[in-house]
């Protein structure tokens, strides 16, 4: 698969990953942009590779979790957009857009757990490898994850789990 | 309030990743960029500007040892030559700067007084961002490669196509002098106010900027708010000066 290829047939579905990532519609075009240059310069490696596209999600994933480090300013913030919500299910979008916003209150790594769990759909083998860590690891921050979502909608959750 | 599944948040997902930008459009940006790139990856001016710049950075320490060389310790130590050199040049050649260090490898261009000048920022060399802010924007231009150097004043055209503020025309649309440039260092961020003079909301993501390179299009970020602009004029649209060139 050529770089021209990948961009033409898999591109979407990065930027789909990278705006539920950084919960940030701007952000997630500048990690994506940043990463396919890098990519481009080394994509006869990348090519060779079994999951090209596993490995520039990989390359998303590690742009998104330094982007504090080398960009401070431009950390993303919760942006709920009026104007993405339907008049009709008003109610549905306020609670999905308050829920993205507590994801995106939670440490980076905890964020990236739960999207490549529940939005890319990977095992916690599968994120363990993307990360760089040990699955247990991967489990930790998914539990955490989860139980802080939990906690500041429902304290009570807390206690029965 | 203890409703929520994991289902919840697999629909949150799915639902945010509707909003994704175009893909046409990162694409475009993404080929824009890795060709300026090739083209930038070797300037023919650039090695013979670090050969110059190292040769000075090495000979010119290495030639005040030699002609001072049998100075006492007193003038090694900052006696009457001493003072005219950076510290690091004082006392022995050990003490030049690196060869990986920025003061060797700033790209450097003869300019017309025989001296030397900085480059202009070229697109390929700094990240461009303009987030929204109330009615207006702000501007950041960080630099990822060599000091370089930006017109303090940028023109933008916001939207891109429509009529320039800043430097490049007036009001009126006559030519205005060019504004004077400063130094943008390597990692640095030059950050300029956009404002809408009418108090109403700029519209249209894709914004046009020349900071003396050229222009670029950038796409503004974050939430919009309040009235949107009707009508758009080249007074329509006030951009201050770059804050953070030297």
Not at chain 1, 32 to 54: D, G, K, N, T
Not at chain 2, 54 to 72: D, E, K, R
Request: some cysteine.
């Amino acid at each position: 698969m050529t770089f021209d290829e990948f961009a033409a047939t898999r591109l979407d579905a990065v930027l789909r990953f990278a705006v539920v990532l950084t919960n940030d519609k701007g952000l997630a075009e500048d990690v994506v942009q940043e990463v396919l240059i890098r990519a481009h310069q080394r994509w006869a490696q990348i090519a060779e590779m079994e999951h090209p596209e596993a490995y520039v999600r990989k390359m998303v994933v590690n742009e998104f979790l330094s982007w504090r480090r080398k960009w401070a300013r431009y950390v993303p913030q919760a942006e709920i957009e009026p104007e993405q919500r339907q008049p009709d299910h008003a109610e549905l979008q306020a609670e999905r857009s308050t829920l993205l916003a507590e994801v995106a209150k939670l440490p980076r790594r905890q964020r990236a757990v739960l999207v490549l769990r529940y939005y890319e759909g990977l095992s916690d083998a599968q994120i363990a490898e993307v990360l760089g860590c040990a699955e247990t690891t991967v489990r930790g921050y998914a539990f955490r994850g989860l139980a802080a979502l939990r906690i500041e909608l429902a304290p009570t959750m807390r206690e029965s789990t | 309030m203890s409703g929520r599944s994991e289902d919840d948040l697999r629909a949150a997902f799915a639902a945010k990743a509707t909003e994704a930008p175009a893909a046409s459009d990162v694409a475009r940006a993404v080929n824009q960029a890795v060709h300026q790139g090739r083209r930038r990856r070797r300037p023919a001016w650039l090695v013979p500007a670090v050969t110059a710049a190292a040769a000075v950075a090495v000979g010119v320490p290495l030639a005040i040892t030699l002609t001072h060389g049998g100075n006492s310790s007193k003038e090694k130590a900052g006696g009457p030559v001493a003072p005219a050199l950076p510290s690091a040049g004082r006392s022995s050649l050990a003490a030049a700067p690196p060869p990986g260090s920025a003061r060797s490898l700033t790209p450097q261009l003869p300019a017309e007084g025989g001296g030397t000048v900085q480059a202009t920022c070229r697109p390929t060399e700094v990240t461009v961002n303009l987030r929204r802010a109330g009615t207006g924007a702000t501007l950041t231009v960080t630099s990822r490669g060599p000091v370089c150097r930006l017109d303090r004043r940028p023109a933008v055209q916001w939207p891109a196509g429509g009529p320039t503020s800043g430097p490049a025309t007036s009001a009126t649309g006559q030519p205005v002098p060019k504004p004077a440039t400063g130094l943008l260092a390597s990692g640095a961020t030059a950050t300029a106010a956009v404002r809408s003079t009418a108090g109403c909301m700029l519209t249209g993501d894709l914004v046009r900027v020349d900071w003396g390179a050229g222009p670029v299009e950038v796409r503004a970020t974050g939430a919009s708010a309040g009235p949107t602009c009707t009508q758009v004029g080249a007074d329509s649209v006030q951009v201050g000066e770059f804050s953070g060139l030297s």
